[in-house]
Structures are given as C-alpha cells and as structure tokens.
C-alpha cells in the first residue's frame, strides 16, 4: 500500500507567525484531503486537493501529483490553529480507503 | 445541515465485553466508513460500506464487524475487547465510495479497563 510521511512532526510557533507543512506519499493519487484533528478528537475537513492549489482564508494547500507532494501553508498564526494536522490519500489508485500521514503537531504560542 | 453524528461520545468497558457503536452519514451520503485511531497515531482503516455492501476491509481481526442499514447508518461491532482495543474510532461519510471527499464524525473514545 501507499506510504505517507508528515512533516516536521513538532511545530513550536508564536502567535502571528507564518507555517508550511508537507506531505509526501509514496504513488499516484486522485485525491489527496488535509484535516485538523482538534484537542476534542474531531477531525475538520481543510482541503479536498488532488492537484493544484487553493485557499481559504488564512489557509492555502498546494499538491504537486506529479511529484507526490503536498504542502499546506498557515499564515498569521492563532492559537486556535493549534492541534494536529493530517494529510490522507486513497489505500491505492481509485481506492478510497484513506491511508493517513503521521500528523504534524502544531503548537501556537500567545 | 447535520454532519456525520456517532454514538456514544465515550465508553469504558471491561475486557471481554462486547461494544457496538453507531454512525448516522450526512443525509444524501451513502458510503461510510470506520477507522480506529490510537494515541499518538494516525487513524487507521477498518471497514467501508456502500449501498449496504462491504467493499473494503482493513488489517484487523476478526473480532471486529460492521453492518449498514437502508437508511445509510451503521454500526460497528466488538467482541471480545482487549486492552488494546482502546482508541478513538471515527466514522466517515461521502457521497460515492470513490473519488470524493470524506467528511469525518467526532468520534467515539473506548476505553476497555
């Protein structure tokens, strides 16, 4: 099966400040979904990004199918951003079972 | 418009009980599926269900079931519950079971004493 790897697994980051974090997986996707896990357990959808980029508010994802990235970036940071973030793609190649990346823990302090 | 909503929020059980949890998919979305998340990991799959039909299995034992009703929901059955069975166990839902976006219920966190 795909492999997906996070990182940096740790982010310390003041309030204000700006982040980017990236996913790498192993294959070829048709789908590729970024989620923030909050301290309650709930996972929230970000981005639903197979390629291309796009935004949304502060946030903004870009995937780069072609070679098997994925980034998201965070700018002026608040402390409700703070939690972990998840990256996840199909099992395989039209599957959607979702194989998840390791998560980045992000940290923002006031 | 409601999300996906499972049932219980939390639970404890003993050691070889059983556990069954529940799962309602956002209205118009008829493939769910469960996954199982332990501490300081990402979730892992379990089952997918569309159309009331299994289409996928992941690598765990046989212990663990599921079903989906006419009307979308499901369950998730545990029999025999070990220590390690403690996790959250998170339900999805999406409209097809391919090519779509997976929108993820709170969550039920089992705790097996």
């Known amino acids: 099966g795909i492999q997906v790897e996070q990182s940096p697994p740790d982010l310390i980051l003041q309030e204000g400040a700006n982040s980017t974090l990236r996913c790498n997986f192993s294959?070829?996707?048709?789908?590729l979904q970024w989620f923030h896990q909050n301290p309650w357990g709930q996972l929230i959808n970000l981005f639903y990004?197979?390629?291309g980029t796009k935004q949304n508010g502060r946030l903004s994802a870009t995937t780069v199918a072609t070679e098997r990235y994925s980034l998201l970036y965070i700018s002026s940071s608040q402390t409700t951003d703070s939690g972990v973030y998840f990256c996840?793609?199909?099992?395989?190649?039209?599957?959607?079972?979702?194989?998840f990346g390791t998560g980045t823990r992000l940290t923002i302090i006031p | 418009d409601a999300g996906v909503t499972q049932s219980p929020t939390h639970l404890i059980k003993t050691r070889g009980q059983q556990v069954t949890l529940r799962c309602s998919p956002i209205?118009?979305?008829?493939?769910v599926s469960w996954y199982q998340q332990v501490l300081g990991q990402g979730p892992q799959f379990i089952f997918q269900?569309?159309?009331?039909?299994?289409?996928g299995r992941g690598n765990f034992p046989d212990r663990f079931s599921a079903r989906q009703f006419p009307n979308y929901s499901s369950e998730l059955n545990v029999n025999a519950l070990l220590l390690g069975d403690s996790a959250l166990y998170l339900c999805?839902?999406?409209?097809?079971?391919?090519?779509?976006?997976?929108?993820f219920g709170q969550g039920t966190r089992l705790t097996v004493v």
């Open positions: 999805a839902s999406s409209i097809l079971w391919v090519n779509t976006e997976a929108f």
């Open positions: 294959d070829s996707v048709n789908n």
């Open positions: 990004i197979p390629s």
């Open positions: 996840a793609v199909p099992h395989s190649y039209g599957n959607e079972k979702l194989t």
């Open positions: 209205s118009g979305h008829k493939s």
């Open positions: 269900y569309y159309e009331k039909e299994e289409r």
